[in-house]
């Protein structure tokens, strides 16, 4: 990813399992980024109170980025009516990780700062700068204020964690891991 591009954020609450999750998921992908997205991520949680049990970045140029891609609605839901998908917004890259990662085997933990968190400071300072990605919003109507992605061994995720547990009031984050999905995007 570069920091000329949007990435897109889209949540999914279900409870289906990757298998059937990921046939739905490509013909969503189809109709929500038909050729537009230079690279798509989804990721799984791996911890059980996640909000979203996936979450979709859809890398976009800023001309390939539009409002008609949220059509006008912030949630909707997959064909069949088992995944309530979340909008979350459009976010541009102002920091991006320094060291290079294994996607199969690097766990990421996404945090979700409220827009009224006045200390993004303090919670960025939480991580080291080299293995953390900042995501701002690039439209006014995203869902959070900041998202911070930190990527690490499931040890360094677990310490990471323990120290978000005594901030939880402030903070939302969830831990996943790189999904097996087929991108439909080219």
């Known amino acids: 990813m570069n920091k000329e591009s949007i990435i897109h954020?889209?949540?999914?609450?279900t409870q289906l399992e990757r298998k059937f999750f990921a046939s739905q998921w490509i013909a969503y992908a189809s109709i929500i980024s038909p050729g537009r997205?230079?690279?798509t991520d989804v990721l799984q949680e791996s911890n059980v109170n996640a909000r979203y049990k996936y979450i979709s970045q859809h890398e976009?140029?800023?001309e390939g980025f539009s409002f008609s891609f949220m059509k006008d609605r912030s949630s909707e839901n997959f064909p069949d009516q088992k995944a309530r998908v979340v909008?979350?917004?459009g976010y541009m890259l102002t920091e991006t990780a320094q060291e290079h990662h294994n996607?199969?085997?690097d766990t990421r933990m996404l945090v979700f700062l409220d827009r009224d968190m006045h200390d993004t400071e303090s919670c960025c300072s939480i991580f080291p700068p080299s293995s953390l990605t900042i995501y701002e919003p690039f439209y006014e109507n995203c869902l959070y204020g900041l998202i911070l992605e930190f990527t690490g061994t499931s040890e360094e995720i677990k310490v990471f964690s323990e120290i978000l547990q005594h901030r939880k009031e402030l903070i939302e984050f969830s831990i996943y891991r790189t999904c097996n999905i087929a991108s439909v995007v080219a």
């Open 87 to 89: 909008m979350l917004g």
């Open 9 to 13: 954020f889209v949540g999914f609450i």
């Open 37 to 39: 997205a230079r690279n």
């Open 60 to 62: 976009f140029s800023e």
């Open 103 to 105: 996607k199969k085997t």
